[in-house]
């Protein structure tokens, strides 16, 4: 029904972000919603997936048209739904993920919340050399201030720790990375989790 939102970004949470157009404000579940944090109070297009079932209608918003498509070819795979898909894609190595894909490479895939062998080994049966098309665009990051929370850990840190729990990682899991991830100062949330993806992607 939607292709895509242009409007005013007006919030950014750990699980969704809020566009404004016309007097509503959308609320869009996207991959890894703070790398949109250096677009807060601007302008900004989000391509759009709706999701309806029946005791809900949900909006999935994406960067770019690229991202939309890789996320419709990802949530078309039996046991891959729409919180998996976004799950996935939040990692932002979309070129790892099509060429994990296209090596039959199981193991990368199993990272991945809500996705076992079963389920990877059918992403493979039915995304492999269907993705060619959808190389990865370049992501920008903006560098935000530090702050600290009312414990002293630094609220960039806290809010991507949200994140990846909304994402559907565990408490192991992410407990597993904290000591490397306390070890250094980051600009900004977005930082954070490209540093926690990577460190959970190799497990």
């Not at 190389?135 to 903006?142: F, G, Q």
């Given at each position: 029904?939607?292709?895509?939102?242009?409007?005013?970004?007006?919030?950014?949470?750990?699980?969704?972000?809020?566009?404004?157009?016309g007097?509503i404000g959308?609320?869009?579940?996207v991959?890894?919603p703070?790398?949109?944090?250096?677009?807060l109070?601007?302008?900004?297009?989000?391509?759009?997936?709706?999701?309806?079932?029946?005791?809900?209608?949900?909006?999935?918003?994406?960067k770019?048209?690229?991202?939309?498509?890789?996320y419709?070819?990802l949530?078309?795979?039996s046991?891959?739904?729409?919180?998996?898909?976004?799950?996935?894609l939040?990692?932002d190595?979309?070129?790892?993920?099509?060429?994990?894909?296209?090596?039959?490479?199981v193991?990368?895939l199993?990272?991945?919340?809500?996705v076992?062998?079963?389920?990877a080994?059918?992403?493979?049966?039915?995304?492999?050399?269907?993705?060619?098309?959808?190389?990865?665009?370049?992501?920008?990051?903006?560098?935000?201030?530090?702050?600290?929370?009312?414990?002293?850990?630094?609220?960039?840190?806290t809010?991507?720790?949200?994140?990846?729990?909304?994402?559907?990682?565990?408490?192991r899991?992410?407990?597993?990375?904290l000591?490397?991830?306390?070890?250094?100062?980051?600009?900004?949330?977005?930082?954070?989790?490209?540093?926690?993806?990577?460190?959970l992607?190799?497990?």
């Amino acid at each position: 029904m939607y292709e895509y939102i242009k409007g005013k970004l007006v919030h950014v949470g750990p699980l969704y972000v809020v566009l404004e157009n016309g007097g509503i404000g959308y609320q869009l579940q996207v991959a890894n919603p703070f790398r949109f944090s250096g677009s807060l109070n601007q302008e900004l297009t989000l391509y759009i997936y709706q999701a309806v079932r029946e005791d809900a209608i949900t909006l999935f918003g994406f960067k770019d048209y690229t991202e939309k498509q890789l996320y419709l070819k990802l949530i078309s795979v039996s046991g891959i739904g729409p919180k998996s898909g976004l799950s996935i894609l939040a990692s932002d190595d979309h070129l790892g993920l099509i060429q994990a894909i296209e090596t039959d490479n199981v193991g990368y895939l199993v990272k991945f919340p809500g996705v076992g062998k079963k389920t990877a080994s059918q992403i493979i049966l039915d995304l492999k050399g269907k993705l060619g098309e959808l190389l990865p665009d370049t992501y920008w990051m903006e560098e935000h201030p530090a702050h600290e929370t009312a414990d002293g850990q630094p609220a960039v840190l806290t809010e991507a720790l949200e994140a990846l729990a909304g994402l559907g990682y565990s408490e192991r899991e992410v407990k597993k990375i904290l000591p490397t991830l306390e070890k250094e100062n980051y600009a900004s949330t977005e930082e954070v989790l490209r540093t926690a993806f990577k460190l959970l992607l190799k497990g």
